[in-house]
């Protein structure tokens, strides 16, 4: 009977017509599927809201600057309602850290992958790499959110994304480090506030590096320094 309910043709409907109106047990059954199949709907429904929300925003972004977007601009570009956007974000703040899901994903990736390559296995900052990685390929949007308009919040994204990533990285790097919390956050912030620092002479400077070039610049610059002091 459901591959019957699945399959696709002129007599499907007639098929699930005959499927309601069996007994009560079935009934249940029938109720079951009918709640899954409209919360897929919901879900679906949802995921393209959001999915119009960060295309309109993003596109926004490339024409004008972060700054200069107000959430009419944003309604009017993805053609969505007022009452729709704040059922699912708060401004448009909020909106452009969604948009930042991907990199979410990658860096989680990266955490995991570090973890299974512990005890020194793993090059040092290697993970960071995804950063640079995900900059490069998303240029076109990263460009404009690092000018004066957007740079706070971009900062901001990095920051809480970031530091995870490498807080996590250090511990599998160093296991037999006697871990001090205020040592591993000032090499933490370091790392960090150093990488935005050149993720952000990148993008304004148009530099012409692949993202692995600038990768090994900041290793060189930073890894002997952080060695030495998590170690000390």
Known sequence: MFDNLLCSGPDVN????????????????????????????????????????????????????????????????????????????????DLLRSGFEDLRSALATE???????????????????????????HRHLWKPLAGKGGAYLVIRILRENVSDLVREHFRSQLPGWKEDQTQLEAAVQFVVSALIGVITWWLDNDVPYSAEDIYLMFRRLTTQGVKRFLAA
């Open 14 to 93: 007639n098929q699930w017509a005959r499927f309601r109106s069996e007994p009560n047990a079935t009934r249940t059954i029938v109720r079951e599927l009918e709640g899954l199949m409209s919360s897929a709907t919901t879900d679906r429904r949802v995921r393209r809201t959001r999915e119009l929300l960060r295309s309109a925003l993003f596109s926004l972004i490339v024409e004008r600057g972060y700054e200069r977007i107000t959430v009419q601009d944003i309604l009017d570009k993805a053609d969505v309602g007022r009452s729709t956007f704040y059922a699912h974000y708060r401004d448009k703040d």
């Open 111 to 137: 955490t995991a992958g570090d973890g299974n390559a512990a005890h020194g296995k793993a090059e040092f900052l290697q993970p960071v790499l995804a950063v640079f990685q995900h900059v490069e390929a």
